[in-house]
């Protein structure tokens, strides 16, 4: 495998990746433009879990649908295996990277059974006949902890938590290297996620996966991430270690969101961030840095200029605090 | 863990989605009715060769307006004779046949072409969605009944004529609700996944927004067969349809219409069969909407 001949290549590599949307506001309001993704760049390497946390509408599925192919990039680009998305063609790019989507519920088609679901890969591939396609349905629900005789049964027969494994199922059947988790348990009961969140570490360590685990809650990727992006926005913030990251976090963005996590009950739904302001509208998004007018540490300075991306560690910050260029200007 | 509180463990009791729809279809007396009138009077149509006393079109100036047997008749003519002696029961039986015939290939033709169209503006949106919804727009725009007079009296009234201009009208409806199921359902993590998999667009629409769009495509089915029916009979009534001696419903009250004062049961009959067929439709329609309503399915 030209993959395995390469080992210093990153598995999944985003280089300036920006998506803009044309939205219409109002009736008849003219089109204005809405950055979901702003100038992102992420590397993963075999085998690691990135977790990609943020608020609720700052572009983490923006983000996930582009890697899949499912939405093209307004600018950059995104590399698998050292190699652009778009020189593979979809066929080839569905069996590197699968997807588990937030909503066991809409991410299963009502209509079809168990086993025509998870077959469904197979089939579109043309791997194997019925038998063997459905032999390798049963070793996978094996997989994934469901009993064989769920292949006949509906989705609308099962809870939550079974979907999602059917869901896992389906994404692991042609043996995906990435596969890109876009909120796997924040639809499901608190008691259900850390089982579906164990099951998602085990698969990594049986199969070799590389993640990109997609959360709006830091407690949800600090047992399973190896590395933390923080995205704000449309642009990642601060990058780091998960242990640095959740040891001594530097961007004020980061802190927020660490300190909801250590709030009473953490993984209750949305953690509050106690931000105050509420969070910006992405068609209009503040000048100069974007989170300022929730910072604690803002100054005059950071509403009028964008702090750059600054390497820090093995990681990056994007903050005029630590960028010592800019750091001098401030008090 | 207790068994009962691992997930894994718990039976996979609920009824398939199968299951559940049978229980709720028997459990809906409109839709059975609706169901049990349409499909009689389709193998009454079927067989009319076989079930009809009479030859629908053998006339006999003797028998003259012959009345029903419970006005006074006699079994050989059960529902009477019309004014050109012509069986009145073996006219209506045939009658099943223009109607169920123009009802069942109009709501095929507009249903193929407003469905094509709904389907394709729903799922790839941006420009095609422009221009079918302009089309839909001009389509509205047009009084179908209007249309439907000015083409037949120019081509000229018939069978053919009447199925071809009511299936090419009577699509906007389908487009209508197509587009905005397709718009609904393309939206569901399910399509996305099959995407993501890298399933063609045929086989994404045919095999994952298809399936879960077709109840609404039904109950669209079965509105507008009864809106063909109507048409067809409206159109026949004003000389414009089927023509004589075709028997149709519409044209047996066209026919019916000047001796309504003297012998009303002759435009009764057919008008009473007409509007139970419709209704029967009808119900079969909403019948097939509640059992198949998107919050049963959760
Ligand atoms: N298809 C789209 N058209 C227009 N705007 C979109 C579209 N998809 C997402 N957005 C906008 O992009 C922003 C990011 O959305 P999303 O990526 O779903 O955020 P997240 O997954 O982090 O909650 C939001 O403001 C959302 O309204
Ligand atoms: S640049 Fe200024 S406003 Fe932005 S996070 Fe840093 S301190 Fe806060
Ligand atoms: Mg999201």
Redesign the pocket.
């Known amino acids: 495998m030209n993959a395995m001949s390469k080992p210093d290549t990153p598995v999944l590599e985003l280089r300036g990746v920006s998506?803009v949307?044309?939205?219409k506001q109002g009736l008849m309001g003219a089109r204005k433009p809405?950055?979901?993704?702003n100038d992102v760049n992420l590397t993963l390497g075999r085998s690691e879990v990135l977790g990609l946390v943020?608020?609720?509408?700052?572009?983490?599925?923006?983000?996930?649908?582009i890697l899949l192919g499912l939405?093209a990039p307004t600018s950059g680009e995104v590399l698998v295996d050292g190699e652009a998305i778009g020189s593979h063609d979809r066929l080839k790019l569905a069996r590197r990277i699968q997807p588990i989507f937030q909503d066991p519920y809409s991410s299963l088609n009502p209509r079809k059974s168990i086993a025509e679901i998870i077959s469904l890969p197979l089939r579109v591939h043309g791997i194997g006949d019925h038998a063997s396609q459905t032999k390798a349905v049963r070793e996978i629900l094996d997989v994934v902890g469901l009993p064989a005789r769920v292949m006949n049964t509906y989705p609308s027969q099962m809870s939550g938590g079974q979907r999602q494994r059917v869901a896992i199922a389906r994404a692991l059947i042609m043996k995906p290297e990435i596969v890109i988790c876009?909120?796997p348990t924040s639809a499901l009961d608190v008691s259900v996620q850390s089982q579906i969140l164990n099951l998602l570490g085990e698969l990594r360590r049986e199969f070799g996966l590389t993640y990109l685990f997609?959360s709006?809650n830091l407690a949800v990727v600090e047992h399973l991430a190896t590395r933390v992006a923080v995205?704000y926005l449309?642009r990642i913030v601060e990058e780091a270690e998960t242990g640095a990251l959740f040891d001594a976090s530097r961007h004020p963005y980061s802190r927020a969101l660490l300190d909801s996590v250590l709030t009473p009950e953490p993984g209750l739904g949305v953690p509050d961030t106690h931000l105050g302001a509420a969070y910006p509208?992405?068609?209009n998004p503040p000048p100069g840095c974007a989170f300022h007018p929730r910072c604690a540490s803002a100054t005059a300075f950071c509403a009028a200029r964008a702090p750059r991306p600054v390497a820090s560690g093995d990681g990056l910050v994007e903050c005029h605090l630590y960028d010592p260029e800019t750091e001098m200007f401030q008090r | 863990m207790s068994d009962l509180s691992d997930p894994l463990l718990q039976e996979i009791t609920g009824p398939t989605p199968g299951q559940l729809l049978r229980k709720r279809v028997f459990g809906h007396q409109g839709l059975i009715f609706g169901l049990a009138v349409v499909a009689i009077l389709a193998v009454v149509a079927i067989l009319a060769p076989v079930i009809a006393p009479h030859d629908p079109y053998a006339q006999s100036l003797v028998a003259r307006m012959k009345p029903p047997v419970f006005l006074g008749g006699t079994w050989e003519n059960p529902l009477g004779t019309d004014h050109l002696g012509r069986d009145y029961l073996s006219r209506l039986i045939y009658g099943a046949r223009v109607s169920l015939m123009i009802g069942g290939i109009a709501a095929l033709i507009s249903g193929v072409i407003g469905t094509a169209m709904g389907v394709a503006a729903g799922y790839f949106g941006g420009k095609v969605d422009a221009v079918v919804t302009f089309l839909i727009n001009v389509r509205l725009a047009m009084p179908v009944v209007l249309v439907a007079l000015a083409v037949v009296a120019i081509l000229g009234g018939s069978l053919t004529v009447v199925i071809a201009v009511l299936g090419l009208l009577l699509w906007d409806r389908f487009a209508v609700v197509m587009r905005a199921s397709t718009l609904q359902v393309r939206g569901r993590e399910y399509v996305a996944a099959a995407q993501a998999i890298g399933a063609s667009t045929p086989r994404i629409l045919l095999s994952e927004i298809m399936p879960n769009i077709v109840n609404n495509l039904i109950v669209v089915v079965t509105l507008e067969m009864a809106h063909a029916i109507l048409l067809e009979a409206a159109l026949s009534f004003l000389g414009l349809g089927v023509q004589p001696p075709t028997p149709s419903w519409g044209l047996m009250v066209s026919e019916g219409k000047n001796m309504m004062l003297f012998e009303p049961w002759l435009v009764l009959i057919p008008g009473a069969v007409l509007f139970v067929l419709v209704l029967a439709i009808n119900l079969m329609g909403d019948g097939l909407r509640d059992v198949t309503a998107p919050e049963n399915r959760s």
Request: charged share 25%; with cysteine.
């Open positions: 998506k949307y044309s939205v809405l950055r979901a993704v943020g608020e609720s509408g700052c572009g983490k599925s923006t983000l996930a649908k939405e876009d909120e997609i709006h995205m449309g509208n992405p068609i």
